[in-house]
């Protein structure tokens, strides 16, 4: 396929069984897109199409961009991660091509995981939009490319995060749209322990308890856990080398990032 001219296109190998926790959002994700997908003749049967449109929302660095790579990996589709400087033009209706050629780029992709972030900054109430602002554009041209009245749809998801739903324009939320909205929570403790088995596995690692630094770690977001890991793993490393041999990664190692991580959770 062609690559398209901007934003990422890949094909993850993380399939859901790589998010720790959020068994919930699992389900949903299950029953709204995973299930029409493996299930042709099912689907054939109920006349349902495949297609969909989905609302990721909670707070930053519990997992929704990894979810929705996730849900491209489940289906073994493409990809593709758009972000807000992507679409975002200065120069009057460029936005709105923008926009337009990413929603062909990946059509020409399907089966394709089309993935918006900060969808309230892109996706505003147009009411809150002063005079005719050029994100007013932005909307009804989102709005035009997800119905797709003159273009085929069939085999595209469109997802979305915002972690601020209630500044998504109501248009963009209706029927045939963005018409599901899935809450991403931070991790409880059982989900921060998969999350640190997720972020450890295949490293070498000296006898850890998980479980005891799911406790400590209340409040800290999956991100927040997996820069844990990474932190202790650049110190097994760091001992490695100047012991010229592979020193695995401690308790110790874990203990002392967790301390120097702070929790970026606060009342949620
Ligand atoms: P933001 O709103 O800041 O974009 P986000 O909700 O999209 O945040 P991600 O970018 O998906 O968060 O998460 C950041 C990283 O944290 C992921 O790449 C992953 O390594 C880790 N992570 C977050 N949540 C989970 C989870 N539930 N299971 C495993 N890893 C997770």
Known sequence: AREPEVGTLGRPGVTLADVGGLADVKKRLNQSFLMQMRNPELRATF????????????????GKTFIARAVA??????????????VLDMYIGSSERNLRSIFDAARRNRPC?????????L??????????????????????????ASTDNEGLFVLAATNHPWDVDSALLRPGRFDRTVLVLPPDREAREAIFSL???????????????AKATDGYSG????????????????ESMAAGQVRPITAQHLRDAVASVRPSIGEW
């Not at 006349?47 to 519990?62: A, T």
């Not at 972020?199 to 630094?213: A, E, F, K, W």
Request: charged residues 25%.
């Open 47 to 62: 006349g349902k199409s495949l297609r969909g449109g989905l609302v990721l929302w909670g707070p930053p660095g519990c």
């Open 73 to 86: 990996g489940e289906l073994g589709a493409s990809f593709y991660e758009v972000g807000l400087a992507d």
């Open 113 to 121: 995981v089309l993935f918006f972030d900060e969808l309230d900054a």
């Open 123 to 148: 996706g505003q109430k147009r009411a809150q939009l002063r005079g005719a602002g050029a994100m007013r554009g932005v909307v009804n041209q989102m709005l035009a490319e997800l119905d797709g």
């Open 199 to 213: 972020h450890l596995r295949s490293r070498p690692m000296d006898r850890v308890d998980v479980g005891q630094l």
């Open 223 to 238: 991100a927040d856990i997996a820069l844990v890991c990474e932190q202790a793993t650049e110190s097994a490393m760091e």
